[in-house]
């Protein structure tokens, strides 16, 4: 069955599976790049730059294999899988805040933009991070390739972009914790343990099988981006 269909309320349904819906990779990863946001903006904040500049570059990576693995990763970890078009996504807006619960998956519909717009505003933060200068001699790693005025530029950028993904990550957890209250859905410790408790049959636990090879090849492109990056 399609991932992203949803399905009636457990309860309606009747008994209920801890069902694998999220790889390994996904987990680790979102709480890499949690813990990582909150270590960018303290570093960036007290002027910590070099700590500042590897934090970034380890985040980069992560956004990157997260993306790679978007189209290549698990069945229910590709984009493929929960990103769908604007009207669903407006229907199920108006049916959530009228209080009717779809269990899915992976992402909802409303939340599988969100992971899109995180990635975004995180890629773009981070690249815009390696062009960066701080006035005071440290450096992003390509900001020798453009111009003093670009890199100031860039720099600007960066130093408000920063304010968007805060918002950002709010609202994501506003939005976790809204449907934990409202609906006592155990999203959080999915993505901590990778299983959903899901109608029987609701979802394929192959589609949160690890392909492993992919996971090195994937690997392995990132650090080769990083290391280009720093040569
Ligand atoms: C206490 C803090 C956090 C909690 C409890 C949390 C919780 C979660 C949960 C439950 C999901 C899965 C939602 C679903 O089932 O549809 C998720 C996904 C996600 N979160 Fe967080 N999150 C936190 C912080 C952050 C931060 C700071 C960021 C980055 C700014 C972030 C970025 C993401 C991304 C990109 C995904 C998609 C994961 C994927 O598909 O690989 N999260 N988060
Ligand atoms: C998503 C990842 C990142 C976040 C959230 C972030 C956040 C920040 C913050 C909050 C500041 C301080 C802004 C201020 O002084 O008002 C800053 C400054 C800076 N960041 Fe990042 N950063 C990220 C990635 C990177 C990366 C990858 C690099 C380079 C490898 C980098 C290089 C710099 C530099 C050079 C500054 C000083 C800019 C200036 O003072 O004009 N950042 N960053």
């Known amino acids: 069955m399609n991932p992203s269909t949803p399905q009636d309320a457990p309860s309606a349904v ?5 069902v694998p819906v999220w790889d390994w990779p996904v987990r680790v990863v979102h709480w890499a ?3 990582l946001v909150v270590v960018l903006v303290a570093t960036g904040l007290t002027d910590m730059i070099e700590w500042h500049m590897r934090a970034g570059q380890v985040l980069l990576m992560l956004v990157l294999f997260r993306v790679l693995w978007g189209f290549f990763g698990s069945r229910n970890a590709r984009f493929g899988a929960f990103v769908t078009g604007p009207s669903r996504v407006l229907r199920y807006g108006r049916s959530l805040f009228g209080g009717k619960h779809e269990v899915h998956a992976t992402h909802n519909l409303a939340g599988g933009w969100m992971v899109v717009l995180l990635l975004a505003a995180l890629a773009t933060q981070a690249v815009l991070g390696l062009f960066a200068n701080d006035e ?3 450096n992003g790693p390509l900001e020798r390739y453009i111009s003093d005025d670009l890199s100031n530029t860039l720099s600007g950028w960066h130093v408000k972009l920063w304010w968007l993904i805060v918002a950002l990550a709010v609202i994501h957890v506003a939005a976790v914790v809204y449907h934990r ?3 006592r859905d ?4 999915a993505m901590f343990t990778g299983r959903k408790d899901l109608p029987a049959g609701a979802a394929d636990p192959q589609h949160a099988a690890t392909p492993w090879l992919r996971v090195v ?3 392995a492109v990132c650090f080769a981006a990083m290391w280009l990056v720093n040569r």
């Open 186 to 189: 155990g999203l959080t410790r």
């Open 14 to 18: 009747g008994a209920t599976l801890a």
């Open 181 to 183: 209250v409202r609906f």
């Open 217 to 219: 090849v994937i690997a």
């Open 33 to 35: 790049i949690a813990v």
């Open 136 to 138: 005071a001699g440290s």
